[in-house]
């Protein structure tokens, strides 16, 4: 269950580009700045991304919580906002952060290196899959 966040005070020149899910969210792609480390993804909607691009810290929607949660409050594992981008689309943000301590909340320093999946050995040697 979601439930729909208050109003917000995004910039309306950026709340006019984003393209957002039917509820309103963006995935947010939280990125440690200088190695380049994909760290987790969460959500924002406008709000949550206008506290982000304000206070230096990520914010997210919860969508199970239908609340606002700043990374780190609770946990210590603060994402310091260096950067802000959207993609080509206007769907997504990437947020460069200096991540201080883990970002999954499993205690993993990412949420993506927890369960690899194998690669075919056609897809490993760069083999086009066949048609069906």
Request: contains cysteine; negative net charge.
């Amino acid at each position: 269950m979601t439930s729909t966040p208050p109003p917000s005070s995004l910039d309306p020149a950026i709340a006019a580009r984003l393209k957002r899910s039917a509820d309103g969210l963006v995935p947010a792609i939280a990125q440690q700045y200088d190695t380049g480390e994909v760290l987790m993804l969460g959500w924002m909607d406008d709000e949550a991304l206008h506290r982000t691009l304000t206070t230096g810290r990520c914010t997210y929607w919860s969508r199970s919580r239908g609340e606002y949660w700043v990374k780190g409050d609770t946990s210590g594992h603060v994402q310091w906002v260096k950067s802000v981008a959207l993609d080509c689309d206007a769907d997504t943000v990437l947020v460069q952060v200096d991540q201080v301590g883990a970002a999954c909340h499993t205690g993993a320093r990412t949420c993506f290196d927890a369960d690899l999946l194998a690669l075919s050995q056609e897809a490993e040697d760069g083999i086009p899959a066949r048609d069906q």
